[in-house]
């Protein structure tokens, strides 16, 4: 039997980087994908945005951990993910959002956050030909942006193997052994394995595994489409997010990358639940439709490709990070809810400093998201 310190099942946004930072403290890792390399389930579908503006103190904390990974990448590694500082942008055209986010700057402020409202004139200079009617201002965090999903998981894959962890790519997992509230073996396709603390960050296959080891993880995926254009000269830098939902969906938002080409997304209503990722006739014309009311500028530019991808949802639109009642040696690290990129990096660095280094100082990220909260509610801008 192959035994290790950690076993991580997943190489996507979450195991991937996590396997870097366990590995960079000494430990022997070893993390198993069905797939043939890291970042070719969710991961692939990201768009790229990362983004520390959330409303609650976890997700701040965590992806302020994550931005400051990925915009030192080069700096810190030599490695470039195509990192833009572009900032987020909340456009608001009516009263009842404008009052939201100004409550909620309160919130994200007290926690340091560079976020601010800014004016309607401010929105038209960062995003040039907006529609401004009706445009009331709304909010900006200049230090958030965008990445490579696919750079960025090749850049965690590189540091990961460089400091000693390995990955079994092709490898299914089949089974669990459990034994006296132990995981005492994990059998694949290929092999069996045993480790001191196996973790799940399997995704939308989260599910699946939590009854191999008899948790029931509450993480049901649903699909997201979205779609890039051809290049074109720079002409906006912010993530542009639209909150307003309609009768088909929820929000929309794009950004330009640092190639020019403008990705982008749209979150459905109702939700389309299940894992099939094949592209829908619906999604092209019900986006066009709202992006170019918002900024017909757009109205020109050629469409390359549109995929679909899948989000890991909880109940409560929250990931589900700790360990078990049920199982000692199992930590959950799953039902990231279509923000695992965004949340990867930090994540990792945080689960690292928890499990090897006993730390306590993000006791109440486990208390937020723990598996036996109640899963009511939903955050403001999922």
């Known amino acids: 039997m192959n035994t290790y310190d950690f076993l991580i099942i997943g ?3 979450i195991g991937t980087p996590l396997a870097y930072h366990l590995a960079k403290k000494g430990k022997k890792v070893c993390v198993l994908e069905k797939h043939a390399s890291c ?8 768009i ?12 701040i904390k965590i992806c302020t951990m994550s931005l400051d990974q990925v915009r030192n990448m ?3 590694h030599g490695i470039d993910i195509d990192w833009i500082e572009g900032g987020y942008l909340f456009p608001v055209y009516d009263t009842q959002r404008e009052r939201n986010l100004k409550d909620l700057l309160k919130v994200q402020k007290k926690f340091g956050l560079n976020i601010d409202w800014i004016d309607a004139d401010a929105i038209k200079e960062l995003v040039p030909g907006i529609s401004d009617n009706g445009l009331r201002g709304g909010t900006f965090s200049p230090n958030d942006g965008s990445a490579s999903p696919l750079k960025t998981a090749g850049a965690f894959f590189k540091l990961a193997t460089a400091a000693g962890a390995q990955f079994k790519f092709y490898e299914n997992v089949l089974s669990m ?12 396709n290929k092999d069996t394995y045993s480790a001191a603390v196996i973790i799940n960050a399997a995704g939308a296959d989260a599910k699946d595994i939590g009854k191999m080891y008899g948790v029931d993880l509450p993480v049901y995926p649903d699909s997201h489409e979205a779609g890039i254009t051809e290049p074109v000269k720079p002409f906006f830098k912010p993530m542009v997010v639209d909150i307003r939902p309609d009768s088909h969906s929820h929000n929309y938002y794009f950004y330009q990358n640092i190639e020019g080409q403008v990705v982008f997304c749209i979150t459905p209503h109702p939700k389309i639940a299940g894992k099939d990722t094949d592209n829908t006739s619906e999604f ?11 900024y017909p500028r757009l109205r020109n530019l050629r469409i390359r490709r549109t995929w679909r991808g899948l989000y890991p949802m909880t109940p409560d639109g929250f990931p589900v990070v700790g360990v078990t009642n049920e199982i000692d040696n199992v930590f959950n690290a799953v039902g990231m809810c279509g923000q695992g990129y965004m949340l990867g990096p930090g994540l990792g660095k945080i689960i690292s400093d928890m499990l090897i ?3 306590k100082e993000y ?9 036996y909260r109640d899963f009511s509610g939903e955050e403001m801008l999922k």
């Not at 052994?177 to 694949?188: A, F, I, M, N």
């Not at 092209?284 to 918002?294: A, G, S």
């Not at 006791?363 to 598996?371: P, R, V």
């Open 11 to 13: 190489a996507g946004s």
């Open 363 to 371: 006791d109440f990220i486990l208390k937020q998201l723990t598996l």
């Open 284 to 294: 092209l014309p019900l986006m066009i439709k709202r992006m170019l009311e918002l």
């Open 39 to 46: 970042g070719r389930g969710q991961n692939r579908a990201a």
């Open 177 to 188: 052994e459990v034994k006296d509230r132990k995981v005492v073996s994990v059998k694949t």
């Open 74 to 76: 080069h700096s810190e």
């Open 357 to 359: 280094d006993n730390s």
């Open 48 to 59: 790229g945005g990362i983004r520390a503006t959330h409303s609650d103190p976890a997700k």
